[in-house]
Protein backbone atom coordinates (compact mmCIF):
# COMPACT_ATOMS: atom_id res chain seq x y z
CA UNK A 1 0.00 0.00 0.00
CA UNK A 2 1.61 3.09 -1.26
CA UNK A 3 1.63 5.93 1.06
CA UNK A 4 1.20 9.92 0.29
CA UNK A 5 2.99 10.47 -2.75
CA UNK A 6 4.19 13.90 -4.11
CA UNK A 7 5.82 15.10 -7.51
CA UNK A 8 8.39 16.37 -8.21
CA UNK A 9 10.80 16.03 -5.45
CA UNK A 10 12.77 19.14 -6.31
CA UNK A 11 11.72 22.14 -8.38
CA UNK A 12 13.61 25.73 -8.84
CA UNK A 13 11.68 28.36 -10.38
CA UNK A 14 12.30 32.28 -10.97
CA UNK A 15 10.66 34.92 -9.29
CA UNK A 16 7.45 35.46 -10.97
CA UNK A 17 6.97 32.47 -12.62
CA UNK A 18 4.37 29.52 -11.69
CA UNK A 19 4.68 26.37 -10.06
CA UNK A 20 2.53 23.07 -9.29
CA UNK A 21 2.82 20.65 -7.04
CA UNK A 22 0.99 17.13 -7.07
CA UNK A 23 -0.11 14.72 -4.37
CA UNK A 24 -1.60 11.44 -4.67
CA UNK A 25 -3.39 10.35 -0.91
CA UNK A 26 -2.89 7.27 0.90
CA UNK A 27 -5.13 4.29 -0.29
CA UNK A 28 -8.36 5.17 1.20
CA UNK A 29 -7.91 8.77 2.15
CA UNK A 30 -10.29 11.05 1.06
CA UNK A 31 -9.14 14.56 2.64
CA UNK A 32 -5.70 16.78 1.50
CA UNK A 33 -4.05 19.13 3.33
CA UNK A 34 -1.09 21.18 1.84
CA UNK A 35 1.29 22.66 4.16
CA UNK A 36 4.42 25.11 4.07
CA UNK A 37 7.39 24.36 5.82
CA UNK A 38 10.68 27.09 5.86
CA UNK A 39 13.83 26.48 7.21
CA UNK A 40 14.20 25.49 10.97
CA UNK A 41 10.34 26.27 11.25
CA UNK A 42 7.07 23.80 11.79
CA UNK A 43 4.75 23.46 8.96
CA UNK A 44 2.43 25.99 8.63
CA UNK A 45 -1.05 24.93 7.35
CA UNK A 46 -2.09 26.16 3.57
CA UNK A 47 -5.44 24.57 3.15
CA UNK A 48 -7.50 21.28 3.09
CA UNK A 49 -9.83 20.14 0.07
CA UNK A 50 -12.43 17.41 0.93
CA UNK A 51 -15.04 16.75 -1.76
CA UNK A 52 -13.30 18.68 -4.25
CA UNK A 53 -13.71 21.91 -2.50
CA UNK A 54 -11.42 24.34 -0.12
CA UNK A 55 -12.81 23.56 3.16
CA UNK A 56 -10.17 25.78 5.44
CA UNK A 57 -7.26 28.02 4.66
CA UNK A 58 -4.79 29.21 6.43
CA UNK A 59 -3.39 32.75 6.71
CA UNK A 60 -1.83 32.46 2.78
CA UNK A 61 -2.42 34.86 0.05
CA UNK A 62 -4.36 34.05 -3.07
CA UNK A 63 -1.49 33.53 -5.29
CA UNK A 64 -1.78 30.17 -3.30
CA UNK A 65 -4.75 27.97 -4.55
CA UNK A 66 -5.23 24.20 -4.87
CA UNK A 67 -7.63 21.61 -6.39
CA UNK A 68 -8.83 18.53 -5.95
CA UNK A 69 -10.07 15.58 -8.05
CA UNK A 70 -12.29 13.25 -8.42
CA UNK A 71 -9.88 10.60 -7.00
CA UNK A 72 -8.71 12.85 -4.32
CA UNK A 73 -5.47 13.22 -5.86
CA UNK A 74 -4.90 17.07 -5.18
CA UNK A 75 -2.38 20.35 -7.12
CA UNK A 76 -0.99 23.04 -5.14
CA UNK A 77 -0.31 26.11 -7.52
CA UNK A 78 1.72 29.34 -6.47
CA UNK A 79 1.59 32.01 -8.80
CA UNK A 80 4.06 35.50 -9.05
CA UNK A 81 6.27 33.44 -7.16
CA UNK A 82 8.49 35.07 -4.28
CA UNK A 83 12.26 34.25 -2.94
CA UNK A 84 10.18 34.12 0.12
CA UNK A 85 8.50 31.33 -1.40
CA UNK A 86 11.14 29.06 -1.11
CA UNK A 87 9.94 26.12 1.28
CA UNK A 88 9.04 22.49 1.41
CA UNK A 89 5.76 21.59 0.69
CA UNK A 90 3.85 19.42 2.25
CA UNK A 91 0.67 17.15 1.62
CA UNK A 92 -0.80 15.43 3.92
CA UNK A 93 -3.99 12.84 3.83
CA UNK A 94 -6.67 11.33 6.07
CA UNK A 95 -9.54 9.45 5.96
CA UNK A 96 -13.00 11.45 6.91
CA UNK A 97 -13.49 11.68 10.71
CA UNK A 98 -9.99 11.05 11.28
CA UNK A 99 -7.50 13.45 13.82
CA UNK A 100 -4.32 11.41 12.17
CA UNK A 101 -2.82 12.56 9.13
CA UNK A 102 -0.25 11.16 6.84
CA UNK A 103 2.20 13.05 5.18
CA UNK A 104 4.18 12.95 2.00
CA UNK A 105 8.24 13.15 1.45
CA UNK A 106 7.57 16.65 0.44
CA UNK A 107 8.48 18.87 -2.63
CA UNK A 108 11.83 21.22 -2.19
CA UNK A 109 10.88 24.57 -3.92
CA UNK A 110 13.64 26.85 -4.42
CA UNK A 111 12.56 30.30 -6.20
CA UNK A 112 15.47 32.44 -7.31
CA UNK B 1 1.75 34.58 17.52
CA UNK B 2 3.41 31.42 18.01
CA UNK B 3 0.22 29.74 19.30
CA UNK B 4 2.33 26.08 19.85
CA UNK B 5 5.91 26.54 21.44
CA UNK B 6 8.60 24.27 21.19
CA UNK B 7 11.29 26.12 23.49
CA UNK B 8 14.19 23.33 22.97
CA UNK B 9 15.81 23.53 19.83
CA UNK B 10 17.76 20.57 20.45
CA UNK B 11 18.39 17.92 22.76
CA UNK B 12 20.87 14.80 23.36
CA UNK B 13 20.27 12.08 25.50
CA UNK B 14 22.38 8.58 26.19
CA UNK B 15 21.17 5.66 24.61
CA UNK B 16 19.22 3.72 26.73
CA UNK B 17 17.97 6.65 29.20
CA UNK B 18 14.77 8.65 28.98
CA UNK B 19 14.43 11.02 26.14
CA UNK B 20 11.70 14.27 27.61
CA UNK B 21 10.44 16.70 24.71
CA UNK B 22 8.54 19.84 25.69
CA UNK B 23 5.64 21.27 24.04
CA UNK B 24 3.81 24.39 25.35
CA UNK B 25 0.63 25.92 24.06
CA UNK B 26 -1.37 28.94 24.37
CA UNK B 27 -4.84 28.64 23.44
CA UNK B 28 -7.48 26.60 25.73
CA UNK B 29 -9.92 25.81 23.00
CA UNK B 30 -7.34 23.10 21.22
CA UNK B 31 -8.82 19.88 21.38
CA UNK B 32 -6.68 17.08 20.53
CA UNK B 33 -3.15 17.18 20.23
CA UNK B 34 -0.14 14.68 18.20
CA UNK B 35 3.71 14.21 18.16
CA UNK B 36 5.15 13.83 14.79
CA UNK B 37 9.04 12.74 13.78
CA UNK B 38 10.91 13.61 10.86
CA UNK B 39 13.84 12.12 9.42
CA UNK B 40 15.77 14.26 6.81
CA UNK B 41 14.49 13.73 3.54
CA UNK B 42 11.34 12.33 4.74
CA UNK B 43 7.84 13.48 5.26
CA UNK B 44 6.72 13.99 9.12
CA UNK B 45 5.53 10.53 10.62
CA UNK B 46 2.79 9.84 13.16
CA UNK B 47 3.90 8.96 16.70
CA UNK B 48 1.23 9.20 19.45
CA UNK B 49 -1.82 11.46 20.08
CA UNK B 50 -3.44 12.70 23.33
CA UNK B 51 -7.26 14.25 23.14
CA UNK B 52 -8.10 17.15 25.29
CA UNK B 53 -10.35 15.18 27.87
CA UNK B 54 -7.19 12.40 28.95
CA UNK B 55 -3.87 13.12 30.36
CA UNK B 56 -2.12 10.28 29.59
CA UNK B 57 -1.62 8.15 26.50
CA UNK B 58 0.86 5.39 26.11
CA UNK B 59 1.76 3.45 23.23
CA UNK B 60 4.99 1.19 23.25
CA UNK B 61 8.09 3.14 24.29
CA UNK B 62 6.44 6.28 23.57
CA UNK B 63 4.19 8.03 26.72
CA UNK B 64 2.56 11.46 26.01
CA UNK B 65 1.23 13.41 29.02
CA UNK B 66 -1.09 17.18 28.97
CA UNK B 67 -1.65 19.03 31.89
CA UNK B 68 -4.41 21.63 30.62
CA UNK B 69 -3.82 23.68 33.54
CA UNK B 70 -0.41 24.44 32.57
CA UNK B 71 -1.36 24.26 28.89
CA UNK B 72 1.84 21.82 28.68
CA UNK B 73 2.05 18.33 26.80
CA UNK B 74 5.49 16.10 26.70
CA UNK B 75 6.36 13.31 25.11
CA UNK B 76 8.69 10.51 27.07
CA UNK B 77 10.77 8.10 24.91
CA UNK B 78 11.76 4.93 27.43
CA UNK B 79 14.33 3.57 26.64
CA UNK B 80 15.57 5.79 23.84
CA UNK B 81 17.42 4.34 20.86
CA UNK B 82 19.57 5.57 18.53
CA UNK B 83 17.16 5.55 15.26
CA UNK B 84 14.93 7.77 17.42
CA UNK B 85 17.32 10.73 16.62
CA UNK B 86 15.32 12.77 14.76
CA UNK B 87 13.55 16.04 14.63
CA UNK B 88 10.47 15.86 16.69
CA UNK B 89 7.12 18.39 15.95
CA UNK B 90 4.12 19.10 18.55
CA UNK B 91 0.94 19.94 17.18
CA UNK B 92 -2.65 21.12 18.19
CA UNK B 93 -5.95 21.01 16.65
CA UNK B 94 -8.28 23.72 17.08
CA UNK B 95 -11.36 21.77 15.74
CA UNK B 96 -11.29 19.07 12.76
CA UNK B 97 -9.34 20.61 9.85
CA UNK B 98 -5.82 21.91 10.31
CA UNK B 99 -2.46 21.29 12.91
CA UNK B 100 -0.50 24.16 14.27
CA UNK B 101 2.93 22.74 14.77
CA UNK B 102 5.58 23.89 17.09
CA UNK B 103 9.21 24.40 15.54
CA UNK B 104 10.11 20.91 16.72
CA UNK B 105 13.15 19.81 18.46
CA UNK B 106 16.03 17.69 17.40
CA UNK B 107 16.99 15.05 19.42
CA UNK B 108 19.90 13.08 19.19
CA UNK B 109 20.41 9.73 20.93
CA UNK B 110 24.16 9.15 21.75
CA UNK B 111 25.07 5.09 21.27
Known amino acids: DAGVTQSPTHLIKTRGQQVTLRCSPK?????VSWYQQALGQGPQFIFQYYEEEERQRGNFPDRFSGHQFPNYSSELNVNALLLGDSALYLC???????????FGPGTRLTVT | DQQVKQNSPSLSVQEGRISILNCDYTNSMFDYFLWYKKYPAEGPTFLIS?????DKNEDGRFTVFLNKSAKHLSLHIVPSQPGDSAVYFCAAMPGTYKYIFGTGTRLKVLA
Open chain 1, 27 to 31: SGHDT
Open chain 2, 50 to 54: ISSIK
Open chain 1, 92 to 102: ASRAGGMNEQY
